[in-house]
């Protein structure tokens, strides 16, 4: 019983979205054979906006990540029977059991993404596809349900319209959304949850750097390690973030605002805090190039890191890689004057400059921009910021489905 049962739900949570809601394969048990499962499904969402409205903070005011909007949308799912019936409701303390495997075993995922109001006061989204199709492969990674990732969106996008007074206006200011997953089973038995819950919830935010770019000071970190092949690195899961933030105050007492996240007994070089990591410079071959490690399965597939890509391959200026790199080819650069600029990307912040890395009891000193000493961001790195404000803004044109009204 126990066996059919995990078996049914591990099937149910990684074929939801990609197959048909009534599941014919001839694997499983005819008790099995054609149990229809509900998808998530944005036409039936129901909206019980709270009757509080609370007060808006000024722009000044907002600290990321602390106020949060009058609603959330929520929508949970079940094993054999699908999803249920999103709402839009009263932002609001959960009920959880507190045997929710959530608490116990981290049954847990999320997103991060922002939505921005335009000159012409419409709403806009950047490259939500790509953060649900992530938000699906970090929860079937543990083995929590898919969904349908259009719907969700349209959810997301009444939401919005709920919550609009709360989208701050101006560049540089945003509604930042947090999609999360959660596994609610009410059991300490180590197995695939068989209750989900979706729920998004949003935090009226500010630039990440209001009085200009600030550059930051980078620890080398081995001796604790945030990802690893086979692992989860690749997963917005939140079991990865804990275990990060010990060795991040670690490095803070020290003076460094970050990790530099390194892997492997050749230190190779992999993200910086919980942002993707570029290197902007002249590779030995001479050649002028942006780098930044590949996908291997452990770094983390950032929408920035994906943006900024993208972008450079479009401008075809100068070599735009994705491979592995170590300590020693960093301090093989530094020392023979080749590091142009070097950068983490995230949602955020979009991008966020390094000027200085300790590794092994010496400092790397990361140029910025040699033409302007005042400067705490390098020339290409302030090219990507505006780049990929200007198509959030939708000031400019940018990809098809980078910037997407709701
Ligand atoms: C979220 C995240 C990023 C950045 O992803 P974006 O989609 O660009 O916001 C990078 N690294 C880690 C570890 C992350 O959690």
Redesign the pocket.
Known sequence: MFVQRTMRQAIQAHSAISRPSVYTSKVLSSRFYSSVVAPLDASKLEIHPSKNQKKLQENKDLVFGKTFTDNMLVVEWEAGKGWGTPQIKEYGKLQLDPSAVVFHYAFECFE??KAYKDKDGQTRLFRPD??MK?FNRSANRIALPSFEQDELVKCIGEFLKVDDRWIPKGRGYSLYLRPTMIGTQESLGVGASNKAMIFVIASPVGPYFPSGFAAVNLLATSDKV??WPGGT?DA?VGG??APCIKPQLDANKEGFQQNLWLFGPDHQVT?V????CFVYWKNEKGETELVTPELDGS?????????ILSLARQWGEFKVSERKFTMKDLVQADKEGRIIEMFG????CIVCPIKRIHYDGHDINVPLDPTDKTSQAGKLTKRFNDAIMDIQYGDVQGPKGWSVVV
Not at 273 to 276: A, I, L, V
Not at 300 to 306: A, I, N, S, Y
Not at 345 to 348: D, E, F, I, M, N
């Open positions: 991060g993404m790509m953060n992530r945030r990802a690195g917005k990865n973030y993200e805090g919980t942002m993707n770094i983390l597939p950032g929408v920035t890191r994906d943006s990307a995230g949602t955020a």
